[in-house]
């Protein structure tokens, strides 16, 4: 279960508190509607207060967890990459920047690309209360995520549930500037390793697509697939049949349920995700794409695999060690658990 950080979960609902919760509830429909119907690129979706103080109580746990899960697994197959700094694009109220300092303690400085200027006026306020000096100290610059804007280079460079907001044309070209930055960022930083980028979208077959896309064009740029693929070949699902996503249960709190009108104490945010970097790296042998199948004495995993694509492994309980393993693996883990492949990427 994932929750935010206590500094961050107070700032907020501090925040939030100076807004009825009727005009916040009111503004989390209308974004929630934009989300399922498109969003309208000539009019900013976060202008307003109300509306940035909207979406940070609506979409900030979610954005935080999914980020947060995406970069461990970066972290847990990268155990040398440790970063100073970061690069977040398109940033909103900054998840990111606190997710990433949740993972990689070693940032020290952090830079957080938004158009909007109430989203960095909120976003700012809420790092002031942040004990990590690379979210307190962020700085926070109005740019608009398009196909004119430069190269980002920092050691870390992050971009989530961004793509969504920009035509097909210019999601291609911002992620060919993004690649050219991590590849940037990796010359400056060959002593940490540096040069990691990572995307995350909306776990829909949409969000999933653009993904796909997004990693085709990274393999193309040279760059090397570190999560959550298990090679850098073409991807083996088909499109329509099926999409590549991966979930993380986080808790609401009272607040957090009365602005979404829900009932439930948590949500599961479903999100899908690329990591590249510049630079080859050991990873996962394979990727658990599903919840395991549990059957009394046998459990069946569906695997991406590099030399099989997908296939459904079963593992029965004459296995002894590993059966106890993948009891115990869960949606997108790496199978198998702790092992990463012999050679690395590339």
């Known amino acids: 279960m994932s929750t935010l950080p206590d500094d961050l979960d107070d ?3 501090a925040s939030l508190g100076r807004f009825p919760t009727t005009e916040l509830t009111r503004s989390v429909q209308t974004l929630i509607r934009q989300y399922r119907e498109g969003f309208d690129r000539s009019v900013p979706a976060l202008g307003t207060e109300a509306a940035v103080a ?30 100073e700094t970061q ?25 957080v690309l938004e158009q909007s200027p109430s989203a960095i006026a909120f976003g700012r306020r809420l790092a002031g209360h942040a004990p990590a000096v690379a979210v307190r100290e962020a700085r926070w610059q109005q740019a608009f995520v398009d196909r004119s804007a430069p190269a980002p280079t920092a050691d870390l460079v992050t971009m989530s549930y961004v793509l969504g907001e920009l035509s097909p044309a210019v999601q291609e ?53 570190v999560a959550p693929c298990p090679h850098d070949g073409e991807c083996p699902i088909r499109p329509g049949q099926d999409w590549c996503h991966f979930a993380v249960r ?33 990873r996962a042998e394979s990727r658990i794409l599903r919840h395991p199948v549990k ?28 059966y106890r393993e993948a009891r115990d693996a869960v949606w997108g883990d790496a199978w198998p658990i702790g092992r990463e492949s012999a050679s690395p990427a590339g």
Request: with cysteine; aromatic share 6%; charged share 20%.
């Open 54 to 83: 909207a979406y940070a109580g609506y979409r900030m746990p979610a954005t935080y967890s999914a980020v947060r899960a995406a970069l461990r697994q970066v972290a847990l197959l990268a155990p040398g990459f440790a970063p």
């Open 87 to 111: 690069m977040d694009v398109g940033g909103g109220t900054g998840s990111a920047l606190w997710a990433a300092s949740a993972v990689w303690p070693t940032l020290r400085t952090a830079t």
């Open 11 to 13: 700032a907020l609902e």
């Open 250 to 282: 986080l808790n609401r709190t009272a607040l957090h349920r009365r602005i979404k009108d829900g009932t439930l104490s948590f949500e599961d945010e479903k999100f899908s995700y690329i990591a590249a970097s510049a630079r080859p790296s050991p």
């Open 173 to 225: 070209d911002v992620v060919g500037t993004l690649a050219r930055g991590a590849a940037q960022g990796a010359a400056k930083g060959a002593a940490r390793g540096a040069g990691m980028l990572v995307i995350v979208e909306p776990g829909t077959p949409a969000g999933y697509a653009r993904i796909a896309a997004a990693r085709r064009l990274l393999a193309a740029s040279g760059l090397h697939v």
């Open 295 to 322: 059957r009394k004495g046998l459990v069946t995993l569906r695997l991406c695999t590099a030399e099989d694509g997908l296939a459904d492994r079963p593992v029965s309980k004459r296995q002894g060690e590993t």
